[in-house]
């Protein structure tokens, strides 16, 4: 890629390629601001100062970030709905909530300032993606509550391009759309991009040959290299990953250059650290631990420290797309949807690792947890075939079903049951799929 093309990519040249001592700088500057507004507005983060005997002021480098509590998810929820807000409704214009599917959402209030911020993050994301004015955005991204449709809603019409804002599910009628309306950019969860690709095929249609779609952006939910693979040569186009959450503002808090090396974090809105998630330790660059944001511009919801629970690594290298944002590597897993099975942590990633390694097995799975009274715990995956696996038939299904059983050995250190099923026989999600389903909480 040339310069002049990279160049066309970066939507904020002066912030996204700022010097890292400048933008250290702008960070102190805004997190000084952004803890004494915190601490003068939200009684939550008065006291959480106040019992560890700091004062804003205390704050004199970024370094004494440390000396600031951490804020997890049950205080938002502890705070519901709006106890957490550090401005008065009448200057909320907005308020978004996450799915939340135990007990009360988490809610998330926005002035006219932070719906500003958000879209110019989101401008940042499209254009790394290459869209300009002369795209047609498929946004397929659920529109209500869930910040992924909005954001992207507000991201593409800054970058001038056509949107059409289709929100998730009534799939055929989706490529439809996206075939009339010639889109050229498509954005969903990755798991509902494959469910539009396998009704298009479904409908025979040869999306290389009929769509136009040349970009995705997709996110909300952790996927695999092998998962981009399949997502690319099914969709014929290019596939962007991207990260946020509701908590920071919603997606537009990362996204992939070209280089496709990690996701560069807009550092000059949201501070990142990556911590042991055991001990609170902060790690350096390269180590693996939890991610933690403070937002550094927000109005509406200032967080201070919020851990995040996504399993991450930070790197700072300097990229060859000429951005000086800090990349975070593809998420892994959360602290909170880690199994423990007979003693053995597993994550739902490994167990998409392994199954993705053997020929002819999709990314549509299921992982049942159970245990019969007095008895281990029992492991076992559903995962679906290829049509062309299915039609070769039974000696060959029990060949791949045999492979995946030795790769999860391998991947897990313990022994589950693969069990390989037909085409379409897993359930099909509009938004982030579901995946887990763990019998022994019951
Ligand atoms: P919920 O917590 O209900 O899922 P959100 O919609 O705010 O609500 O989801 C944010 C979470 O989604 C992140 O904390 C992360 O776990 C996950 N996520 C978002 N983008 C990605 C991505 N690109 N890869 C992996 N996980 C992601
Ligand atoms: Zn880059």
Known sequence: MTKRQLEVLIWNRECETMPRTDLRSLQLRRLRETVARAYQRVPFYRRALDSRGVKPEDIRTLEDLRRLSFTVKSDLRDNYPFGLFAEPLAQIVRVHASSGTTGKPIVAGYTRHDLDIWTEVMARVLAAGGVTDRDVVHNAYGHG?????FGFHQGAERVGATVVPVASGLTKRQLMLIEDFG?????????????????????????????????????????????REEIEEKLHLHAVNIYGLTEIVGPGVAVECPFQQGMHIAEDHFLAEVIDPETGEPLGYGQKGELVFTTLTKEGMPMLRYRTRDLTTLDD?????????????RVTGRTDDMLIIRGVNV???QIEWALLQVAGLEPQYVIVVDRQ???????????????????EGAAALAAAQAEANRLMHQALGLSATVMVVPPGALPRSEGKAQRVIDKRQR
């Open 145 to 149: 509550l869930f910040t992924g449709g």
């Open 373 to 391: 009274r007095d008895s281990l715990d029992e492991l076992e995956i559903r995962v679906e075939t290829t049509a062309k696996l299915h039609a």
């Open 183 to 227: 889109a050229t950019v498509l954005c969903c969860t990755p798991s509902y991009s494959l469910v539009i690709a396998e009704a298009a095929a479904d409908e025979g249609i040869d999306i290389g040959f009929r769509w136009q779609l040349r970009v995705g952006f997709f996110g909300a939910e952790p996927w695999s290299e092998r998962m």
């Open 347 to 349: 994550y739902p990633s």
């Open 317 to 329: 290298e300097p990229c060859p797309c000429g951005r000086t944002l800090v990349r975070m590597d």
